[in-house]
C-alpha cells in the first residue's frame, strides 16, 4: 500500500480505573496466569499477568501450529490507578499468499490537567485488513475519542466542555492495476462557562477519495468547519502525460458572504483553461481570479 494509504496512528490509550464492566474482565489472580499446554492439539496458549500495588498488566497469546491455515491471537489488559484499557488483535493465514487480520483497542481515562480541573476520556480504534497474491490489498482504519471535563466550582465560575473527535481511513489497492483511497476525520468542541450557557460550539469535517487505475488519476476532497465558517470542496482528474482537469470551490460564511470558484485544464502538460471567479454580497459583486 506504501505512499497510497493514510494510516491512523496506533497507541493505547488510558482508561479511568472506576470503569466497572472492564474492570470485571481484569479480575483474576496473576499468580495463576501462566503457559497452558495442550497436550496433543495442535494448539499453544501462553498466558502471563504481573501486578503491583494498583497496576495490573495480563497478556494472552494463542496460536495455533502444523497445519495448512493458521491462527493467532493476542489480548492485552491494563488497569491502573487512573487508566483501564484493553487491546486484541486476530490474525489468519492461509498458506503463504493469503492473511487476513482484524484488532481493536478500548480505553478510558482520567486526568487533571490543573488544580481543580478534572476531564474523563474514552478512545476506540480498529482496524481490518486482507492482503490477497499480487499485491492486493484492503485495509480499513478508523479511531474515535471522546473527552468531557469540569474546572471551577459549582458555588462560583464553573467551566465544562466536551470534545469528540473521529477519523477513518480505507484503501484498496489492486496492484500494478491501481489503487483507491478515502479518508475522513470530524470533530466537534463545545464549551460552556457562567451558568453552562453555551459559549462555543465548533465542528470541523474533511473527507477525500483518491485512486489511480492505470495512466488515471482523480482526487475529490471536501472540507467544512463552523470554527471558520468556510466550506471547500477541490478536484482533480488526470490521465498521466495526456491531460489533466482540476476544479476548487471555498464559500465563506460572513458578512458578506463569498463563494470563490477555480477551473484549469491542461493537454500535454500546457494550460488550456485556467479561470477563476469569486461572488460576495450584499452588496452583490462579481470579479475575477
Known amino acids: 500500500m506504501g505512499k497510497h494509504t493514510k494510516r491512523t496512528p496506533g497507541y493505547l490509550p488510558r482508561m479511568a480505573a472506576g470503569a466497572a464492566p472492564l474492570a470485571l474482565l481484569l479480575a483474576g489472580p496473576a499468580a495463576a496466569l501462566a503457559d497452558t499446554p495442550r497436550g496433543g492439539l ?150 460552556f462557562t457562567g451558568k453552562l450557557d453555551v459559549a462555543r460550539l465548533e465542528s470541523t469535517e474533511r473527507h477525500s477519495v483518491s485512486g489511480d487505475l492505470g495512466p488515471v488519476h482523480s482526487l475529490a476532497a471536501t472540507s467544512q468547519s463552523t470554527a471558520e465558517r468556510t466550506n471547500r470542496f477541490h478536484g482533480e482528474l488526470s490521465a498521466a502525460d495526456i491531460a489533466a482537469a482540476r476544479t476548487s470551490t471555498a464559500s465563506t460564511l460572513g458578512v458578506p458572504v463569498t463563494r470563490s470558484q477555480q477551473v484549469g485544464a491542461e493537454v500535454l502538460g500546457k494550460p488550456v483553461i485556467d479561470n477563476g471567479w469569486t461572488v460576495s454580497g450584499p452588496p452583490f459583486t462579481l470579479s475575477p481570479g
Open 42 to 191: 495442535p494448539l499453544d496458549l501462553h498466558q502471563h499477568g504481573s501486578s503491583s500495588d494498583l497496576q495490573f498488566t495480563r497478556d494472552e497469546t494463542m496460536a495455533t501450529r502444523d497445519l495448512p491455515a493458521s491462527a493467532a491471537s493476542n489480548l492485552r489488559q491494563t488497569l491502573g490507578s487512573n487508566t483501564a484499557g484493553q487491546s486484541q488483535t486476530h490474525d489468519l493465514r492461509l498458506g503463504e499468499p493469503g492473511r487476513a487480520f482484524t484488532g481493536n483497542d478500548l480505553d478510558v481515562h482520567h486526568t487533571q490537567p490543573f488544580d481543580g480541573a478534572h476531564v474523563a476520556g474514552l478512545d476506540q480504534s480498529m482496524r481490518h485488513g486482507v492482503q490477497l497474491p499480487h499485491g492486493v490489498d484492503a485495509l480499513s482504519s478508523s479511531k474515535t475519542g471522546t473527552e468531557t471535563g469540569l474546572a471551577g466550582r459549582f458555588s462560583g465560575d464553573l467551566m465544562s466542555g466536551t470534545r469528540f473527535e473521529r477519523t477513518s481511513a480505507d484503501a484498496i489497492d489492486l496492484g500494478p492495476a491501481g489503487s483507491v483511497v478515502a479518508n475522513s476525520d470530524e470533530s466537534l468542541l463545545g464549551q
